[in-house]
């Protein structure tokens, strides 16, 4: 099963802004999942290493 991540965890994985990451997701650019009308995000560890191997290879 793969492991859920907050927005500030991808921070400080990815060393970017928090603004950056909540433009990634509200974007489609990261896949992220809503778990609440609030607009709490999560992010899965198989789709950020996803996303960070496919960013190694632009």
Do not use: C, F
């Amino acid at each position: 099963m793969a492991k859920l991540y907050t927005p500030d965890q991808v921070v400080e994985i990815l060393q970017v802004n928090i603004s950056t990451v909540k433009r990634w997701l509200l974007a489609g650019e990261l896949p992220g999942i809503k778990i609440s009308p609030g607009g709490h995000w999560r992010v899965r560890s198989d789709e950020l290493a996803a996303y960070i191997e496919g960013s190694r290879r632009r």
